[in-house]
């Protein structure tokens, strides 16, 4: 079964470091696995923590975020507060019985295209040998904040 | 209407502590206008009701209901289901009915270790005994609720019209929403599009906290009782004290920050936050000082249970709506019951 699992990974990136790594490693033919689905966000202290939790409950098997190295941020010092929303994050998801390889963030330098491919390989491995994560998603019931006019014409 | 010709009032407790069902009396004077204007018709609290008489009712025959408590059994969806039915006008009131409130917290584990803190914990004799839905006696079949794996909020079962947050409501916010139905019932004032928040604003409850801000750079995060020392003036957050203001929806007048204690979040997410939680955590972690692992890790340390300090309110409405061993119980159990009504 685990045999013909392909992990689904979104990846966050930066658009001043990772995602130009990520190009730089297209544009050199540096290859990496096609299971992460790579968004670029302008910075990754632009990274809401939600963006994680709605990707781990919508289907993803793990996240990948992505930014400037320590003292490298476009924006000054925005990484840094990537960094600690992702070690408390990381702290949270581990109550809620998600494993630690399946949100990981890593520094990647524009240069970096041949460091992030590798992060990205070890990682879809890593994913792979944990299995899906396969978060249920909510069955039976109305979505919050239904429109209540259309029940009540439906049981009236 | 009923004989009297008052439109028809009722309130049912579901998985919650019946604090909202005390706020309601807290309204004080106004409870005379609730009287005046509407013939209770069911409210288990307050008076004598079968569950048959609410399904003997007309369909849509009462006007408000208000029903407080999170979806923790068999019961609750029963009469949630049943009251959505009868009634024009459902609000869930309160955190639990909102956002699944304190209860919902124990969606962060399985039935079975829950059921073991409960039942095989020091606070009982019963060692070992569980709770069985079914169990035969000399006289017949005894039947109690079944126990879901994850406590839902009301809107996660049937339709809600409004929303009401609180842990309770605030009396005036009440007060307010009595009013305008009422007003509303009369024509003289327009109900909110259905799923609206009533009873609240819009904005956080640090908008509303008279404490002064100024720039956060918090070195460790610490317990309120083990400070020497609370500036009266200064935000609690600025202290180091995790105070849930900065994510929590407005409305209450910022009571407890005033009184020297935590906001702990119990109006739920302020307008437009889709995780309660992951907002909480952003603004937390975003005034963490440190710059090193070590060092973030050292101040986070203060926080000892982040999930129940983000979601203390707020789980079963989260995105991921509790622990992965509760949802994939829950998962598995829809799953054969699917099965077993397929044949």
Redesign the interface.
Request: net charge negative; hydrophobic share 40%.
């Given at each position: 079964m685990t045999d013909s699992f392909e992990p689904v990974l979104i990846g966050f990136t930066c658009n001043w470091c990772s995602y130009r790594a990520a190009d730089l490693a297209g544009t050199a033919r540096v290859k990496y696995p096609p299971n992460i689905r790579l968004l670029r966000l302008m910075c990754s202290g632009r990274l809401d923590p939600t963006f994680v939790l709605k990707a781990l409950a919508s289907g993803a098997d793990g996240v990948l975020i992505t930014g400037c190295h320590p003292g490298e941020c476009h924006y000054l010092e925005q990484n840094y507060k990537a960094l600690r929303r992702y070690l408390l994050l990381r702290r949270m998801l581990a109550q809620m019985g998600i494993e630690p390889e399946r949100v990981k963030l890593v520094w990647a330098s524009a240069a970096e295209g041949v460091k992030l491919a590798e992060e990205i390989t070890r990682m879809v491995e890593d994913v792979r040998a944990l299995g899906p994560l396969n978060w249920p998603q909510r069955h039976n019931g109305a979505a919050p904040h239904a429109d209540a006019t259309a029940i009540k014409e439906g049981t009236a | 209407m009923s004989a009297n010709g008052k439109p028809k009032f009722a309130m049912y407790w579901a998985a919650g502590c019946g604090g909202c069902e005390i706020a309601v009396l807290n309204i004080h004077e106004k409870i005379l206008d609730v009287d005046a204007n509407f013939e209770v018709v069911f409210w288990p609290v307050a008076m004598d009701a079968k569950y048959q008489d609410v399904e003997a009712m007309p369909?849509?025959s009462i006007t408000l209901t208000l029903f407080d408590g999170g979806i923790r059994n068999s019961e609750n969806e029963m009469l949630a289901r049943l009251l959505?039915?009868k009634s024009?006008i459902?609000v869930a009131f309160g955190s639990c009915a909102c956002q699944g409130g304190i209860p919902g917290l124990a969606n962060?584990s399985a039935t079975e270790s829950l059921f073991a803190a409960v039942y095989d914990g020091i606070s009982t004799d019963s060692q070992g005994v569980r709770p069985q839905a079914v169990w035969q006696v000399p006289e017949g079949e005894l039947h109690i609720p079944e126990f879901y794996p994850v406590l839902?909020?009301l809107?996660?079962?049937?339709?809600?019209?409004y929303?009401m947050p609180g842990c309770p409501p605030e009396p005036h916010q009440i007060a307010a929403v009595v009013d305008l139905v009422i007003q509303a019932l009369h024509g003289q004032a327009e109900l909110p599009p259905?799923?609206s928040i009533i009873g609240a604003s819009c904005s956080t409850v640090c908008d509303e906290c008279p404490r002064a801000r100024n720039v956060k750079h918090i070195r460790a995060f610490e317990r309120i009782q083990n400070l020497a020392h609370i500036d009266p003036t200064l935000c609690l957050l600025e202290q180091g004290l995790p105070c849930n203001g900065p994510a929590t929806r407005s409305g209450c007048g910022a009571l407890c920050p005033q009184a020297g204690a935590l906001c702990i979040g119990c109006y739920g997410p302020a307008e437009g936050v889709?995780?309660y939680?992951?907002?909480l955590?952003?603004a937390?972690?975003?005034v963490?000082d440190?710059?090193t692992?070590e060092e973030?890790?050292r101040c986070?340390d203060g926080?000892p249970?982040?999930?129940g300090q983000?979601y203390r309110f707020g789980l079963a409405?989260?995105?991921?709506?509790?622990?992965?061993?509760a949802?994939?119980e829950?998962?598995e159990q829809?799953l054969s019951y699917e099965a077993a009504h397929h044949d």
């Open positions: - | 369909d849509g959505r039915r024009q459902l962060l839902k909020t809107a996660q079962v049937v339709p809600v019209d929303f259905p799923g889709l995780d939680g992951a907002r955590l952003s937390f972690a975003s963490v440190g710059s692992p973030i890790e986070l926080i249970d982040p999930a983000m409405n989260s995105l991921l709506r509790g622990g992965r061993a949802c994939e829950e998962a829809e």
